[in-house]
Nanobody
Framework: QVQLVESGGGLVQAGGSLRLSCAAS????????LGWFRQAPGKERDFVAA????????YYADSVKGRFTISRDNAKNTAYLQMNSLRPEDTAVYSC?????????????????????WGQGTQVTVSS
């Protein structure tokens, strides 16, 4: 099993920045990739960004490209989501998720269906 714990959410004004963290524990050697998803009230859960466990490959939703950066710290088993130029429409609960198995580039890291472990989420609120 893998446990994921998010932190770093909060309230920020439009144009501001936040950095989310996702700390992984347990059988982390089974993780192929980590991803971030978000869900706003009354809306479906959307893909935000993902990174291979090695950190060599990253994926972004078009809506956050150029504003958000995903990274990871191998020593800490932690992934980060640096969010800059935040907009009110970025307001959502942000959840970290992990894919179990072996990383390969042909896998679909954009779909929540492919993720095996989930954190509880952290609220991000962007005021206008």
């Amino acid at each position: 099993q893998v446990q994921l714990v998010e932190s770093g959410g909060g309230l920020v004004q439009a144009g501001g920045s936040l950095r989310l963290s996702c700390a992984a524990s347990g059988r982390t050697f089974t993780i192929a990739a980590l991803g971030w998803f978000r869900q706003a009230p009354g809306k479906e859960r959307d893909f935000v960004a993902a990174i291979s466990w090695s950190g060599d490959s990253t994926y972004y939703a078009d809506s956050v490209k150029g504003r958000f950066t995903i990274s990871r710290d191998n020593a800490k088993n932690t992934a980060y989501l640096q969010m800059n130029s935040l907009r009110p429409e970025d307001t959502a609960v942000y959840s970290c998720a992990a894919v179990r198995g072996i990383y390969y580039s042909g896998r679909n890291y954009y779909s929540a269906d492919g993720y095996d472990y989930w954190g509880q989420g952290t609220q991000v609120t962007v005021s206008s």
